[in-house]
């Protein structure tokens, strides 16, 4: 699958079949997180595979918006280092969307569950102390992410995309940009 396929096949699974992921494959999608860039090459994001079932039960009570991941048939938890690099939630995005597509290429479904809470220090707080515990975290690494993965119960519709006239300038912010 070329990557622009991935890119526009893409959606966030939220229902799974009770189906394992084979180890091979699974691989493949943390392989692809684990080269995601960095900046200045820093290793200052982290993975961790949760296959445990019990895990995986007790983070969803991360955020209330979770419990798609007690049917993954895997988690990811993408944590950061902010004492390494501060540019850690960009690295850890990406590797994040490296992830996601992967899943894709591998016929796999994917879900994003938000931990860091860029706008209410409180909140993110709550989440990634909550996640710390269970994962038995060193303070000094922060929860972006967790991740779910596994086979798909469903594929869902997709979103049509924004104008690209509101998104796509050229030269200046308001320029449209013509194809």
Excluded at 60 to 80: D, E, K, N, R, S
Excluded at 115 to 130: K, M, N
Excluded at 161 to 178: C, D, T, Y
Aim: with cysteine.
């Amino acid at each position: 699958m070329e990557v622009l396929e991935a890119i526009r096949q893409r959606r966030e699974v939220t229902q799974f079949l009770d189906a394992r992921v084979e180890p091979a494959v699974l691989r493949a999608v943390v392989e692809a997180g684990y080269r995601a860039p960095t900046g200045n090459h820093l290793i200052s994001r982290e993975l961790i595979v949760i296959q445990d079932r019990g895990i995986l039960t007790r983070l969803t009570q991360t955020t209330p918006y979770m419990p798609w991941l007690a049917g993954a048939a895997a988690g990811i938890v993408v944590t950061g280092r902010p004492d390494v690099s501060k540019y850690w939630v960009q690295d850890g995005s990406i590797a994040c969307a490296f992830m996601w597509l992967a899943a894709v290429e591998q016929g796999l479904g994917m879900a994003f569950g938000a931990v860091y809470h860029a706008q209410d220090a409180e909140e993110s707080a709550r989440r990634e102390g909550y996640a710390r515990e269970v994962l038995h975290l060193p303070d000094d690494r922060r929860v972006l992410a967790i991740l779910g993965v596994g086979r798909p119960a469903a594929w869902p519709e997709g979103k049509p995309p924004h104008a690209k006239e509101q998104v796509i300038f050229l030269n200046r912010f308001g320029q449209s940009w013509q194809e």
